[in-house]
């Protein structure tokens, strides 16, 4: 069973694009029910929130960040110089991983992106799969081993933080140990005396009931 807390998912995609969005989110139905992710898009804004802070909100605390790479996509500055720009810094530093996903055919040799691996296999754009449940299929497979990979890296990250606590429970535990056991050695010699003026005493009270009798 899965217990870690799963990943945030955020997708950067262009309006135009909308009802791939809706699909992939479908596919990923799967991993939401295992615990594995958690997703969101800007579709969800509640009324009179901020939309440009809602969003830069989550693409600043999402762990998997998808690209819907389409004409529309590359065509807005949005997309492309501020939510993607942002996208790939987070991933050079190690935040959160980025994944490409071709949705529609475009040229995307020289992008920013291009360095990354994509999606779906031998980077063939969803539009041009006979089958597009089979494409979107071959991007969760994908998403998925990304989500693995990611957790694992996570647990390392958190291990040392981990380590330190548990050191922190055990120097603890051991301070309170030690001041909880009394001085054993010493304890014991003073058992020893006290039994030793008691055993004096009752020789005393020997002697003199002795000396009463003998008269």
């Not at 479908?26 to 969101?40: D, E, M, N, P």
């Not at 004409?71 to 980025?98: K, T």
């Not at 010493?186 to 039994?195: P, V």
Request: charge should be negative.
């Amino acid at each position: 069973q899965h217990s870690a807390s799963p990943l945030r998912l955020f997708y950067c995609y262009a309006r135009k694009d909308q009802n791939f969005r809706d699909e992939l989110d479908k596919h990923l139905a799967s991993l939401r029910r295992r615990g594995l992710i958690t997703s969101w898009y800007d579709g969800i804004i509640t009324p009179g929130a901020s939309w440009e802070k809602e969003i830069s909100i989550h693409l600043d605390t999402a762990d998997i960040i998808l690209l819907l790479i389409s004409p529309d996509f590359m065509d807005s500055d949005y997309c492309y110089s501020r939510e993607m720009l942002r996208a790939i810094e987070r991933h050079e530093n190690q935040e959160a991983r980025v994944i490409p996903i071709l949705v529609r055919s475009v040229y995307w040799s020289d992008a920013p992106f291009s360095h990354l691996q994509v999606l779906p296999t031998d980077a063939k754009p969803v539009t041009r799969w006979d089958d597009p449940d089979a494409a979107f299929e071959d991007i969760t497979r994908g998403i998925l081993r990304a989500v693995q990979e990611f957790t694992r890296y996570r647990h390392l990250q958190e291990q040392p933080v981990r380590g330190n606590a548990l050191q922190s429970q055990h120097n603890a535990s051991d301070s309170f140990t030690t001041a909880s056991v009394p001085d054993v050695p010493n304890h014991i010699q003073e058992m020893k005396e006290e039994m030793r003026d008691d055993s004096g005493k009752q020789r005393m009270r020997t002697s003199i009931v002795k000396s009463f009798e003998d008269r």
